[in-house]
C-alpha cells in the first residue's frame, strides 16, 4: 500500500545532487530503496550520485549482469558501512530473487538499492522508499517519491 507522495523535476545532475540528501533521510529507516522507470530513467545514475555522497571511492556500476554490486563507504567512527546495489531486470521469477540472496541483502542493516523490484514485490518490507523515475524531454527526469 503506498501511503504518500512527492512529485520532483530534475534537469541537470546539480539539481539531482541536491535531491541526494532527501533520498537518504526519507529512507533512514530502512535503507532500502526501490527503483522503478523505464531503461534511461535514470535509475544507476541517481544510485551513482547517493553512492558518491555516501562516500563509495570504487566506480558504482549497473549491475545488470553481475546482478548484485557492493560497496564499502565510511560510516564513521572508524566503521564501514556496505551498500547492496541490485538490479533485478533479468530475473524469470521471484523465486531467483531468493536464489540470489535477496533476503540477506535486505534484512542486513546496510543500504539495499534494488533497480526493476517489482519482480521481488512479495518479498520487500513494508516502509521503504519507492522511487518512480521517468525520463520526459530534453533530458529532464521526473521523480515521484512514494512511501510503501
Same mark, same amino acid.
Given at each position: 500500500?503506498?501511503?504518500?507522495?512527492r512529485?520532483?523535476?530534475?534537469t541537470?545532475?546539480?539539481?539531482?545532487?541536491?535531491?541526494?540528501?532527501?533520498?537518504?533521510q526519507?529512507?533512514?529507516?530502512s535503507?532500502?530503496v526501490?527503483f522503478?522507470g523505464?531503461?534511461?530513467?535514470?535509475?544507476?545514475?541517481?544510485?551513482?550520485?547517493?553512492?558518491?555522497?555516501?562516500?563509495?571511492?570504487?566506480?558504482?556500476?549497473?549491475?545488470?549482469?553481475?546482478?548484485v554490486?557492493?560497496?564499502?563507504?565510511?560510516?564513521?567512527n =572508524?566503521?564501514?558501512?556496505?551498500? #547492496?546495489?541490485? *538490479?533485478?531486470y533479468?530475473? %524469470?521469477? @521471484?523465486?531467483? !530473487?531468493?536464489?540470489? =540472496?535477496l533476503?540477506?541483502?535486505l #534484512?542486513?542493516? *546496510?543500504?539495499?538499492?534494488? %533497480?526493476? @523490484?517489482e519482480? !521481488?514485490?512479495?518479498?520487500?518490507?513494508?516502509n521503504?522508499?519507492?522511487?518512480?523515475?521517468?525520463?520526459?524531454?530534453?533530458s529532464?527526469r521526473k521523480?515521484?517519491?512514494l512511501?510503501?
Open positions: 500500500m503506498l501511503q504518500g507522495s512529485e520532483f523535476r530534475i541537470s545532475i546539480q539539481e539531482l545532487d541536491k535531491l541526494v540528501p532527501e533520498i537518504l526519507e529512507s533512514s529507516e535503507g532500502i526501490l522503478q523505464e531503461i534511461g530513467a535514470g535509475k544507476t545514475t541517481l544510485i551513482q550520485r547517493i553512492c558518491a555522497l555516501l562516500g563509495v571511492k570504487d566506480p558504482v556500476t549497473s549491475p545488470t549482469f553481475s546482478l554490486n557492493e560497496y564499502s563507504y565510511p560510516k564513521g =572508524g566503521k564501514i558501512g556496505r551498500i #547492496y546495489h541490485l *538490479d533485478l533479468r530475473l %524469470e521469477s @521471484p523465486e531467483e !530473487a531468493l536464489n540470489i =540472496g533476503e540477506d541483502y #534484512y542486513d542493516g *546496510d543500504y539495499c538499492f534494488i %533497480e526493476w @523490484p519482480i !521481488a514485490e512479495e518479498y520487500l518490507p513494508e521503504v522508499l519507492l522511487l518512480r523515475m521517468e525520463h520526459l524531454a530534453d529532464n521523480i515521484l517519491f512511501q510503501t
